[in-house]
């Protein structure tokens, strides 16, 4: 990761006027029924500082909808936080941070202390997410009305944990299309060495800076469910990234793992977790290689086969080509399931629905000529929870299905 900083840089002034918006007629329906997002095409006037934190929203007529932090730069120039006269303040922010660790509290074990603490749209704070490694706190902000209120946002959140360490991930893509700093910053505490958490009993580490906040915490039910089905079986574990699947697998009593992830870095860190966990390693082959590349030339078939590629496609620009993409793979992973074997496959772009990618995998099974089984649908855990009324939210999808075999 880049440089991290303490303490953290102020950002810009919080502009003491909010913005004012008036909707054209009609287009204040969706954010009647409850979603949070104003799009620019139905803004009929808009004024007020560009430097402001929050918008006020208006309908045609001048009654107002709700207040939200605004982003000049974005088609997305409203995510509502508050509906009516509710002001958007210190106290609504510690509200909406009480009810998501509430939330949190009533919903994960005992023995996990790795999840994701703040969600976003589904915990009612658009553009807000926070994981929670241990004693570390990590943050994305990646909008710029409340990236203008951030020492506001910060402080609330240290005050739920106090003498936790903050980080502030500011080099995302998200933050550099709102206009926003790329800094990674320490705001409070001291980052350690090694960022370490627990995840349902297992010991893990989380790499901040890395892909996503350091640890992909969205996995961890399908990781349980998983150690569920490993005993006795092998697994292909693809895009194993730091080896979690991999752990899991091997504490359910499964036979031999193989983890395919093009980073040697991150199969080195699978080791160590194996080895912190006194899982039995000489049941461990890491496998540094591009997984397409690899998947075309392996010929063996395993009981268990898990794929769960990075997003490819963050945009819907780039929707086509990612639907081709997950075919393939799909396709490569499907002729490597052993008869009566199962694949747990996975989706994590926000561009590609449940329904499309339930149309991928008919045609990768079509392509690899087997007959699948769809047994259950797969999803982030509780922790990351999605807005009834911004489906958007919902960006992981997958499946477990059965191949029983070739199509006769």
Request: with cysteine; hydrophobic share 45%; glycine share 10%.
């Amino acid at each position: 990761m880049s440089d991290l900083l303490e303490p953290a840089a102020t950002p810009s002034p919080v502009a003491a006027e909010a913005a004012r918006i008036r909707l054209r007629p009609g287009r204040e329906k969706a954010l009647a029924a409850g979603h949070p997002w104003l799009f620019s095409g139905a803004i009929e006037h808009e004024e007020g500082p560009e430097g402001a934190a929050l918008a006020r929203v208006e309908r045609a007529d001048g009654r107002l909808v709700g207040t939200g932090f605004y982003s000049p730069r974005s088609q997305v120039r409203v995510r509502m936080v508050a509906r009516g006269e509710l002001p958007v303040d210190r106290a609504l922010l510690t509200r909406r941070l009480e009810d998501a660790l509430e939330l949190r509290r009533r919903l994960l074990p005992a023995d996990t202390d790795g999840y994701r603490l703040l969600n976003a749209e589904g915990d009612e704070l658009p553009g807000w997410t926070v994981d929670r490694f241990g004693d570390v706190l990590v943050s994305q902000i990646t909008v710029a009305g409340l990236d203008r209120l951030r020492d506001l946002a910060y402080e609330v959140l240290a005050a739920a944990f106090p003498g936790a360490t903050l980080v502030h991930l500011g080099s995302s893509p998200a933050r550099r299309a709102e206009g926003l700093s790329g800094e990674d910053l320490v705001v409070a505490g001291e980052l350690p060495a090694a960022v370490a958490f627990r995840e349902h009993g297992l010991r893990f580490t989380a790499e901040i800076g890395g892909q996503k906040t350091g640890f992909y915490c969205d996995q961890r039910d399908n990781r349980r469910r998983l150690e569920g089905l490993a005993g006795g079986r092998t697994l292909l574990d693809l895009f194993a990234h730091a080896g979690a699947f991999s752990a899991y697998a091997l504490r359910g009593g499964a036979s031999r793992v193989t983890a395919i992830e093009s980073a040697p870095r991150l199969l080195e860190t699978a080791r160590a977790t194996l080895a912190a966990n006194g899982l039995d390693e000489s049941r461990f082959e890491g496998v540094a290689a591009d997984v397409f590349a690899d998947l075309r030339q392996r010929a063996e078939r395993y009981d268990l086969v898990v794929c769960d590629p990075p997003p490819l496609a963050r945009r819907r620009s780039h929707l086509d080509a990612a639907a081709r993409a997950y075919k393939d793979v799909n396709r490569l992973a499907l002729a490597r399931v052993a008869p009566g074997g199962l694949l747990l496959t996975f989706s994590c772009s926000g561009a590609v629905d449940g329904k499309l990618f339930r149309q991928i995998l008919f045609a990768a099974a079509d392509e690899a000529g087997v007959r699948a089984q769809l047994l259950a649908p797969l999803a982030a855990g509780a922790d990351h929870p999605v807005s009834l009324y911004h489906p958007e939210g919902e960006y992981l999808k997958g499946w477990l299905l059965r191949v029983p075999g070739a199509r006769e």
